[in-house]
C-alpha cells in the first residue's frame, strides 16, 4: 500500500513520504508448525487484531468477555519475533495491555501458543506492518510505551539505511506517545546502538530518560526490570557480547 497518497484519519498526521521504500519488516522463511496452527484456529479470533484503516479503540480492543471493561496503560511492540520476551513482559506487567505488530507467521503462531499456555489476557497481536498500523490505527498521544527489542541490524554500511530506527519513524511513535510516554530500544550491536541514541537525541519530542539518572552511562540505560533475558542474549553475553538498551520519554 502507497502510504503516501492514503488521506491521514482524524488526528493523525499525514505519512512521510519516506515509508514508500522503508518498512518495518523483512519477510523470513519459516514454517508453521502444528502447535503454532492449532494456537490460530483456537486462540486467533480473540487475540489477533485485523489492520483497519481507522483509528483503533483500545477498551475495546482488549475487552475481556470475563470481565468489564477497564481503561490500562497501552505499550506498543514492533517484531517480536518468537514471542518469548513479550509473553514473559506481559506476565511481569499485567496491568498494562500490549499490542504486538510481527508479519512472520510463525512467529505469530508462536506468541498465540504461548498466550493459551500461560493464560495471558492482556496481549492483542497485529500481524501488519507497523509502519501503517502506526499511520492509521493509533490516536496521537494515546501510547504509554513503545518496545522495540533487537531489530534487524543490517550489518554491512551499504544496508544501513534500512534499519527500521530512522528519524522519520521515531518522529511518528514519539506523536503517539503520551506525555512521560517511554520509547524503549534494545539492541546487541554496538554501531546500531550508537545511531538509535544519535537518532532518538535528535528528536526533539523525546528526552533521555539515563542522562539525568545515570549520566555515567553516556546516554544509555540500566536494563529495565521487565525486560527478560532471552536464551540467545545470554549466549551473546557469555561469548562477551553487549547489550545497549536504550529508553526516552515523551516530553
Not at 500490549?98 to 489476557?121: D, S
Amino acid at each position: 500500500m502507497n502510504t503516501e497518497n492514503t488521506p491521514p484519519q482524524d488526528g493523525a498526521e499525514a505519512p512521510k513520504p519516506f515509508m514508500r521504500t522503508i518498512k518495518s519488516f523483512v519477510k523470513r522463511a519459516g514454517r508453521t508448525t502444528v502447535g503454532q496452527a492449532k494456537a490460530f484456529q483456537q486462540l486467533g479470533p480473540r487475540f489477533l487484531l485485523p489492520y483497519q484503516q481507522s483509528l483503533l479503540d483500545f477498551q475495546a480492543a482488549f475487552a475481556s468477555p470475563d470481565a468489564a471493561p477497564t481503561q490500562r496503560p497501552v505499550v506498543l511492540e514492533i517484531g517480536f519475533g518468537m514471542g518469548e520476551a513479550t509473553a514473559k513482559i506481559a506476565a511481569t506487567l499485567a496491568d498494562t495491555n500490549f499490542l504486538c505488530c510481527e508479519v512472520h507467521e510463525p512467529g505469530v503462531g508462536a506468541l498465540l501458543k504461548r498466550i493459551g499456555e500461560n493464560q495471558l489476557t492482556n496481549i492483542r497481536i497485529c500481524a501488519h506492518d507497523a509502519v501503517e498500523v502506526i499511520d492509521h490505527m493509533l490516536p496521537l498521544a494515546s501510547l504509554d510505551g513503545v518496545h522495540i527489542f533487537f531489530p534487524d541490524p543490517w550489518h554491512k554500511t551499504k544496508h544501513n539505511k534500512r534499519r527500521l530506527i530512522q528519524a522519520p519513524l521515531v518522529a511518528k511513535l514519539a506523536a503517539r506517545l503520551k506525555p512521560g510516554g517511554y520509547l524503549h530500544c534494545a539492541t546487541d550491536w554496538e554501531p546500531y546502538a550508537q545511531q538509535i541514541l544519535e537518532v532518538l537525541s535528535a528528536e526533539p519530542q523525546l528526552r533521555n530518560r539515563a542522562l539525568a539518572s545515570n549520566p555515567e552511562l553516556k546516554g544509555y540505560a540500566p536494563k529495565p526490570h521487565y525486560r527478560p533475558l532471552t536464551k540467545f542474549e545470554n549466549r551473546g553475553i557469555r561469548l562477551g557480547h553487549g547489550v545497549w538498551d536504550l529508553v526516552f520519554e515523551r516530553v
